[in-house]
């Protein structure tokens, strides 16, 4: 994910932070900054701090300042990502229920629920409207579910 901001002060920042491994970078006005730690960044004798994550929201601390660069998901962008975790983890883990419509649940169901959320928050993440947010977390959610249900369906008719 990448992040470019014009600050008054610091010129034009681009952060970059890397989905699958973690990495970031950190350009500030055109020159890199230096990866000092995990968390931290060195840039012309500074310390850049960051803060959370592309997740959680980040901010970048530089000489006291406090510079957002990823927004914070509202509380509602949360719910609505990991509500198919949340049903997969009851509705799946239940045998009663699962006679009505049966989704897979355990570890399966954890993992593919977990990685659900993970792909609604930065589905969401790119959406502007707050209406369309609510779209892409139901459209996430229902994919997701009929995922565990195919595949439930499968598993059933394997050990059928």
């Known amino acids: 994910m990448k992040a470019?901001?014009?600050?008054?002060?610091?010129?034009?920042?681009?952060?970059t932070e890397s989905f699958w491994t973690g990495k970031k970078t950190l350009t500030i006005n055109g020159t890199p900054a230096q990866l000092v730690s995990k968390k931290e960044f060195?840039?012309?004798g500074k310390t850049v701090s960051i803060k959370g994550s592309y997740y959680s929201g980040t901010s970048l601390e530089i000489d006291g300042?406090?510079?957002?660069?990823?927004?914070?998901?509202?509380w509602y962008e949360v719910v609505l990502a990991f509500l198919p975790f949340a049903f997969l983890l009851v509705w799946g883990?239940?045998?009663?229920?699962?006679?009505i419509f049966p989704v897979i649940g355990g570890a399966l169901g954890g993992a593919l629920g977990g990685l659900a959320g993970?792909?609604?928050?930065?589905f969401m993440k790119n959406t502007k409207s707050a209406i369309g947010k609510v779209f892409v977390g139901l459209g996430v959610g229902v994919v997701t579910i009929l995922i565990a249900f195919v595949l439930a369906l499968a598993l059933l008719s394997v050990v059928a």
């Open 65 to 74: 300042q406090i510079i957002e660069v990823f927004q914070k998901p509202q």
């Open 93 to 99: 883990n239940s045998t009663v229920l699962c006679s």
């Open 4 to 15: 470019v901001i014009q600050h008054e002060v610091y010129g034009q920042i681009e952060y």
């Open 42 to 44: 060195n840039f012309g």
């Open 118 to 122: 993970c792909i609604s928050l930065m």
